[in-house]
């Protein structure tokens, strides 16, 4: 009898890709999915140490098992990722009923991990070298690539997929805890990137977006001249079937006008940025290690706005960094209000145990003033995007149709019409009722009302 897996993502979208590429992986082992924990012998979760709610919510999870490993001790549970890669032994002092614990630099092992545990061999853990403890080259090797191949039975939506360009981060953002847990950065060659893609424009996948912990600074020089990201997407525009090229996270340093100027020259390269600022505030940026001023910011916004217009551009803030005074914040809020961003993800500051900024500086900044802090701030950008999304109104917009909406799912007596939503090319959801069939399909909507964050809107009857 095949074992059962289950696996629940927490995190970012590299941890979302890492769990379909495990997916995928486990059912080539002769194993099958699992719809929930209840029906699956092999439980896993894919997490990530960026915030601490992140890391309480996995410990939780885990609580919640122990009593599942009293009345089913077969089952194996499994902590992969970020977390695991942090914290180690730490998981099995906290949840000693947990089998495996391997991190995201070990994930070719898991197969062989997992009937190893499953016979009594556990429990097992299996991590990469600490960044700090060696040299880069022992390091940079313990962080094995995983690219395993790719199955569209594993994707949620098999037109849609992400692919990983690069892992690791050689950034050392003071707040950060990636590149301790990810390692140092290393480029795939381009040619094995085409390979995949390649691949998956015969399964059928529609839109590609390209990963990396900062993307734009892809590099790889195994061709005997530097190929870039922009070089990437010049030779990905070429392959049939594939009508979506976007790619994230971008950090600042790296945005130049070359990217950019391929973003509005590659007809499929979507006109979507997203570059995390964090900060307006030129002093809380030199503490987090960021590495450009916040004038280099608005400066890349502006050859943006010139040279793609309409482009849609996102960004990361952190609010209550240590040491961030009231007027670094109102700087924060005048890069939110001029930016004009489509939205932004912001987040209250939370120590990383082993970041520089918890070593370096006191959280000092009260709970409270970083609750309204991040209140008043994610209000400033939802009111701009509500603004920035009311012209839309009557427009006709392409989606890509991922599937039932999360939110608000209403079905016809027929069962046959369920509300849907999608994305368009720059990145926008939007919501409208249609039969499941659709998903997968990039067709044309037209928007009838607008949300800060969502769309809503009508099938164009005539064209699917």
């Known amino acids: 009898m095949s074992r059962r897996f289950y696996i629940e993502t927490v995190g970012c979208q590299m941890n979302v890709l890492d769990s379909e590429l495990v997916a995928a992986d486990l059912l080539r082992h002769g194993y099958e999915a699992a719809d929930s924990p209840r029906e ?128 690791g981060c050689d950034r050392f953002c003071s707040f950060c805890i990636v590149p301790n847990v ?83 020259d590659v007809p499929k390269a979507s006109p979507y940025f997203h570059v995390p600022a964090q900060s307006g505030s030129n002093r809380i940026l030199k503490r987090m290690n960021r590495g450009y001023p916040v004038e280099a910011y608005r400066d890349m916004l502006a050859t943006i706005r010139k040279t793609v217009p309409g482009a849609a551009v996102t960004s990361d803030f952190i609010v209550g960094f240590p040491g961030e005074t009231e007027e670094d914040y109102q700087q924060t809020v005048a890069l939110v209000r001029d930016g004009r961003f489509k939205n932004s993800f912001i987040f209250k500051y939370s120590p990383r145990p082993g970041t520089m900024a918890a070593k370096r500086f006191e959280d000092d900044v009260p709970y409270a003033v970083k609750q309204r802090r991040n209140n008043e701030l994610l209000a400033i950008q939802s009111a701009i995007s509500l603004e920035d999304n009311r012209p839309l109104v009557g427009r006709r917009v392409e989606i890509l149709v991922e599937g039932a909406s999360k939110v608000a799912r209403k079905h016809s007596p027929s069962g046959k019409v369920v509300q849907l939503v999608g994305r368009t090319t720059c990145d926008r959801i939007v919501v409208f009722d249609g039969p499941a069939k659709l998903t997968g399909r990039i067709l044309p909507v037209e928007i009838e009302k607008v949300e800060a964050f969502t769309l809503f809107g009508h099938r164009v009857v005539g064209r699917q």
Do not use: W
């Open 40 to 167: 699956a012998d092999t439980i896993l979760f894919n997490t990530c140490s960026v915030r601490q709610h992140a890391e309480d919510k996995v410990y939780s999870a885990l609580g919640r098992l122990k009593h599942v490993k009293e009345h089913r001790p077969e089952t194996v549970i499994c902590v992969l990722g970020c977390m695991a890669q942090k914290d180690r032994q730490q998981i099995l002092r906290r949840a000693p009923h947990v089998d495996l614990v391997i991190g995201p630099g070990q994930l070719s092992h898991l197969s062989a991990l997992l009937d190893q545990v499953a016979v009594g061999g556990g429990p097992v853990v299996e991590v990469s070298l600490d960044r700090a403890a060696t040299g880069r080259a022992p390091v940079l090797a313990s962080f094995e690539p995983y690219n395993p191949g790719r199955t569209p039975a594993a994707r949620r939506v098999p037109q849609q997929a992400m692919v990983r360009i690069m892992f």
């Open 182 to 264: 990810r390692g140092p950065e290393q480029s795939r060659p381009a040619d094995e990137i085409e390979t995949e893609v390649r691949n998956l424009a015969r399964q059928g996948c529609l839109e590609v977006t390209l990963l990396g912990q900062t993307v734009n600074s892809y590099e790889d020089r195994t061709t005997g001249r530097t190929l870039r990201l922009s070089d990437l997407l010049c030779r990905f525009n070429a392959i049939e079937g594939i009508e979506r090229l976007k790619f994230v996270t971008n950090h600042p340093r790296y945005m130049t006008t070359e990217l950019i100027e391929a973003v509005r």
